[in-house]
T-cell receptor, first 117, second 112 residues
Framework: DAGVIQSPRHEVTEMGQEVTLRCKPISGHDYLFWYRQTMMRGLELLIYFNNNVPIDDSGMPEDRFSAKMPNASFSTLKIQPSEPRDSAVYFC???????????????FGDGTRLSIL | AQTVTQSQPEMSVQEAETVTLSCTYDTSESDYYLFWYKQPPSRQMILVIRQEAYKQQNATENRFSVNFQKAAKSFSLKISDSQLGDAAMYFCAYRSAGDMRFGAGTRLTVKP
């Protein structure tokens, strides 16, 4: 079975440029999560969707960040304009509701390592 | 708000020995799940073990087991017969409603 697929694996770009990170969740999963991981702040939840609808975006750091989920099999996280402090590893994860409610484990993609110069 | 605390930034263990990683959490919910994830240098996040709060029996997965103390809100991970491949960052996580909260992680070193 295909896991969560993220692209690109690595991204290096200059400050001020627009960055778009992509995620394909596991088929059948109805929750999708975006995380950011840095040495200083650890793993931070940015936003999560349920059935393509954003549920909680309180972790999105600034208006420069936006996320969309146009359908059940695709999501994007966009940073515009990008800044050096946005450099981090960005993870996408998905899960399904399951019989026990929304308490299933999350399955993570391999992450995108973003470097803003 | 739910918080997850891992008080050990780093731990080390000798190969073949046992190590316990600590995790505490704060919640007012009664129904929730707890997880341990492993992140090796490859940076993949790998689910190690999970525990349902309504179950009293501690979860076990091969060499990995947990000590779940619901009243104390404690959820420690025990790794028995440690192997070199166990070296990684370990994250404790809590999930009640939709989202999941992670601790800051514990870096485990395994000495040959």
């Amino acid at each position: 079975d295909a896991g969560v697929i993220q692209s690109p694996r690595h991204e290096v770009t200059e400050m001020g440029q627009e960055v778009t990170l992509r995620c394909k969740p596991i088929s059948g999963h109805d929750y999708l999560f975006w995380y950011r991981q840095t040495m200083m702040r650890g793993l931070e939840l940015l936003i999560y969707f349920n059935n393509n609808v954003p549920i909680d975006d309180s972790g999105m750091p600034e208006d420069r960040f936006s996320a969309k989920m146009p359908n059940a099999s695709f999501s994007t996280l966009k940073i515009q304009p990008s800044e050096p402090r946005d450099s981090a590893v960005y993870f996408c994860a998905s899960s399904f509701r399951g019989g026990q409610g929304s308490k299933q484990p999350q399955h993570f993609g391999d992450g995108t390592r973003l470097s803003i110069l | 708000a739910q918080t997850v605390t891992q008080s050990q930034p780093e731990m080390s263990v000798q190969e073949a020995e046992t190590v316990t990683l600590s995790c505490t959490y704060d919640t007012s919910e009664s129904d929730y799940y707890l997880f341990w994830y492993k992140q090796p240098p490859s940076r993949q996040m790998i689910l190690v073990i999970r525990q349902e709060a309504y179950k009293q029996q501690n979860a076990t997965e091969n060499r990995f087991s947990v000590n779940f103390q619901k009243a104390a809100k404690s959820f420690s991970l025990k790794i028995s017969d440690s192997q070199l491949g166990d070296a990684a960052m370990y994250f404790c996580a809590y999930r009640s409603a939709g989202d999941m909260r992670f601790g800051a992680g514990t870096r485990l070193t395994v000495k040959p």
